[in-house]
């Protein structure tokens, strides 16, 4: 008995994307946590360390947003959905961007609006990575 | 000038713009006005674009002359008038504090930009005018090897030298034009990140002591508090032994010390604190008194609290005294030397202040040698325009005022570090 198998074929996201859009989560979080190190001890390391953390998710978030804008200019990758993540990836990078001079203020001028842009960023950080990997990117069917 | 619009985000160029329509405050003498703290997304940065000077000159009052008596130096800081008229320049440029932020990279780049890009000489140049005809003929290397050299003294055959690191003593004797031996360190400096390296230098009247004066290791203690042992103060070393204490603290970055003359009273010029606005925190002339503290990091002309330094000290700021006398917000004062009645009679009683000009305002102040009149010892008036015309109307700047000294037949050397100059202004004997 023959089985006639019609196959369409779901890629997941590039792999370089994915690395790219996953690390944000992880260099946005650290920089909030720093800020909230900073926030108790007064240490000014943590500021320090946050403010390269940010530059880092920003440059993280930068690339995947290059490879974003090629996924949107290629049919068979612009899927439903596709969009929502655009708006989600493209608005971490703003207000991380606003963060990133914010944290250009001297010690504790950077504080506390600093800690609250950080954890704003990490949540859309969250966001972004989630509607990232949730968006199918149909392939053709063979 | 360029100015340095980081980003042409629409929308951000509303947070950025400055309050525009509001008439300048009044910023210089014992009661500045001081406006509420502000900063936009960006700091306000104005850089001074460097050209030749060519023809042209600094501008100085009617009734007096100016010339160029010394050039292609490497990096003149502060001059110092030796007894038989020859005048020592300290060559030289410190620091090379660690970047520590993101902004670091990019400040330190475009602040650059208005600098000269002549490698520091770490050395003492000696310039002599042996017939009195106002042109310097000789030109010597006193010392080199010199560790970013600043603050100067002589007293008694005994030339002092600051560097970023040590006290250091030359042994002087008259006529001389170079050392005859290297030099003997007196105290050790404190220079660990040295981001505010120079170090001011004065006798006291009798020899005894010296006045170091050593800049904070920050603009407000983003670099951390324990940065800050041994930084933003006046220090007292004993010229015999070395020791020292601190005769003065919370001088943000005492840049110029001198004494009084006939008096034991030590004055200083202070650069204060960055990034608060265009007319904050004013740079001042003061008195120093002793064991007095003047409010950095705390708290700025006097007890107003500087809510970016945690954490706070509010028994600190309770103590922090109001200096003397502003000169304007980020004028960034550099030299101060006391008149003499040779430098003619509107000049007689006063302090010259050397003003190397503004980085953190979009209208940018300094630039100049302005004279501040003095009565009975103290100052009192407004500041009058001694040297002027180094940042010209076509917004370029030639020059960049720092070390004055008073040469007491009647003239004032001023070291100009971009265009690597010793400035000399006279009386003119032909009016």
Not at chain 1, 1 to 28: C, K, N, Q, W
């Amino acid at each position: 008995m023959a089985v006639i198998v019609e196959r369409r074929y779901s890629t997941v996201i590039h792999p370089l994307h994915a690395v790219l859009l996953a690390g944000t989560v992880p260099l946005f979080l650290g920089a909030a946590l720093s800020d909230a190190a900073y926030a108790s001890t007064y240490e000014i390391q943590w500021n320090n360390f946050a403010s390269w953390l940010i530059v880092g998710g920003l440059a993280f978030a930068g690339m995947a947003l290059v490879l974003l804008i090629i996924d949107l200019c290629r049919a068979d990758r612009r899927a439903a959905g596709i969009v929502l993540y655009a708006v989600a990836l493209l608005t971490t990078w703003v207000v991380g961007f606003f963060n990133a001079l914010m944290h250009a203020r001297d010690a504790w001028a950077s504080m506390p609006t600093g800690l609250v842009l950080s954890a704003i960023v990490v949540v859309l950080a969250c966001v972004a990575t989630w509607f990232g990997f949730c968006t199918p990117r149909i392939g053709g069917t063979k | 000038m360029k100015r340095f619009r980081l980003l042409a985000i629409a929308g951000l160029s509303l947070v950025l713009s400055a309050c525009g329509g509001n008439p300048e405050p009044l910023q210089y003498g014992p009661n500045p006005q001081l406006p509420q703290p502000h900063r936009g997304l960006l700091p306000n940065m104005t850089i001074a674009e460097p050209a030749e000077w060519g023809d042209q000159r600094p501008t100085v009052p009617q009734g007096y002359a100016i010339r160029a008596i010394a050039t292609d130096m490497k990096i003149p800081r502060q001059t110092l008038l030796l007894p038989n008229g020859d005048i020592l320049v300290a060559e030289g440029r410190g620091g090379g504090a660690p970047n520590l932020k993101p902004k670091d990279v990019i400040a330190g780049h475009i602040k650059a930009k208005g600098t000269s890009p002549v490698g520091g000489g770490n050395r003492l140049t000696l310039l002599r005018d042996a017939d009195g005809d106002g042109v310097y003929e000789v030109r010597t290397v006193f010392a080199e090897n010199l560790n970013a050299p600043y603050g100067l003294a002589l007293v008694d055959g005994n030339l002092y030298v600051a560097n970023q690191d040590a006290l250091v003593r030359f042994e002087y004797r008259d006529g001389e034009t170079q050392a005859s031996s290297p030099p003997v360190t007196i105290a050790d400096l404190p220079s660990a990140i040295n981001h505010h390296w120079t170090k001011a230098l004065a006798a006291s009247a009798d020899g005894q002591f010296l006045f170091v004066g050593i800049g904070s290791n920050s603009n407000i203690t983003e670099r951390g508090m324990t940065a800050e042992v041994d930084r933003a103060m006046v220090w007292r070393v004993d010229a015999r032994t070395g020791a020292h204490k601190p005769y003065a603290t919370g001088m943000r970055n005492p840049t110029a010390l001198a004494i009084q003359p006939g008096t034991d009273q030590l004055w200083d010029v202070v650069n204060e604190r960055d990034e608060i606005g265009p007319n904050l925190v004013p740079d001042y002339l003061t008195a120093v008194r002793e064991g007095g503290f003047y409010g950095w990091p705390y708290s700025y002309w006097g007890q107003n609290v500087d809510t970016r330094v945690r954490p706070q000290d509010p028994d600190k700021v309770a103590s922090a005294i109001t200096p003397d006398y502003s000169l304007g917000s980020h004028v960034a004062t550099l030299g101060v030397a006391f008149s003499t009645p040779t430098m003619g009679q509107k000049f007689a009683e006063g302090v010259f202040v050397g003003e190397h000009g503004s980085w953190n305002r979009a209208d940018p102040v300094g630039y100049k040698v302005v004279f501040v009149p003095f009565r009975d010892g103290r100052p009192t008036g407004a500041p009058v325009d001694f040297v002027s015309g180094f940042r010209g109307s076509d917004g370029k700047t030639r020059g960049r005022p720092v070390g004055v000294t008073v040469d007491l037949r009647g003239a004032l050397i001023v070291a100009d570090d971009l265009s690597n100059t010793i400035w000399r202004v006279t009386p003119d004997p032909k009016p």
